[in-house]
């Protein structure tokens, strides 16, 4: 049972335009969603988060709305670089769990020039 | 700042062998954490350690164990291993503190094989 799904495998966009990337998530004991980036060969690198008790947060070109009602988060890039080219996972963590993230299984970025 | 360092970085194994993967945290940083990526399942998370303790374990059979020492780094072993376990096992670290938000910063991976 899947409780962070991310439905689209894959996101291709230009260059300046913006990148919207989604996410559903069952578990109303979520209190913590990430957005994590992870290039070929690495680790994945934490990009934003949002408490369950907040509808946004930004840093810089990154947004991080939630929506509880719907159980649906989304990660917005603007404006979109060739650098941000990667695959995108969203995790969620329970209440109390610290470090226990669960995952989806990510969405492949593709930025064209 | 050094970042997680886990070694080695690609092994190959046979069905039957066991495999240990050694991960050393950010300094200072108390909480090791470990993940399994495969392409069919994504992340899913192994199990946590914070001052040599287990604090909280995923859905693995008991041919998973890890352990934690008193320098905060950690091992994760696999026993008895099964072609399935082939993937990519993630070792993560955090400062562990009360009031975290999950936060993790991961090291680069160690690509097992079983064949």
């Known amino acids: 049972d899947q409780q962070v799904k991310q439905n689209s495998p894959s996101l291709s966009v230009q260059e300046g335009r913006i990148s919207i990337l989604n996410c559903d998530y069952t578990?109303?004991?979520?209190?913590?969603f990430l957005w994590y980036k992870k290039y070929p060969a690495e680790g994945p690198t934490f990009l934003i988060s949002?408490?369950?008790?907040?509808d946004k947060n930004e840093d810089g070109r990154f947004t991080v709305f939630l929506n509880k009602s719907a159980k649906h988060l989304s990660l917005h890039i603007v404006p979109s670089q060739p650098g941000d080219s990667a695959v995108y996972f969203c995790?969620?963590?329970?209440?109390?769990?610290?470090?226990?993230?669960?995952f989806g299984k990510g969405t492949l970025l593709t930025v064209n020039p | 700042k050094a970042g997680v360092t886990q070694t080695p970085r690609y092994l190959i194994k046979t069905r039957g062998q066991q495999v240990t993967l050694s991960c050393s945290p950010i300094?200072?940083?108390?909480?090791v954490s470990w993940y399994q990526q495969t392409p069919g399942q994504g992340l899913q998370f192994l199990f946590e350690?914070?001052?040599?303790?287990?604090?909280n374990k995923g859905n693995f059979p008991g041919r998973f164990s890890g352990r934690q020492f008193s320098n905060s780094r950690s091992e994760m072993n696999v026993s008895t291993l099964e072609l399935g376990d082939s993937a990519l096992y993630l070792c993560?670290?955090?400062?562990?503190?009360?009031?975290?938000?999950?936060?993790?910063?991961f090291g680069e991976g160690s690509r097992l094989t079983v064949l």
């Open positions: 993560a670290s955090s400062p562990g503190s009360r009031g975290n938000t999950g936060e993790l910063f």
């Open positions: 578990n109303s004991m979520f209190d913590y």
């Open positions: 949002i408490s369950s008790i907040k």
């Open positions: 995790a969620a963590r329970e209440k109390g769990s610290n470090y226990k993230l669960t």
């Open positions: 300094s200072g940083h108390r909480s």
């Open positions: 350690y914070f001052s040599e303790t287990q604090r």
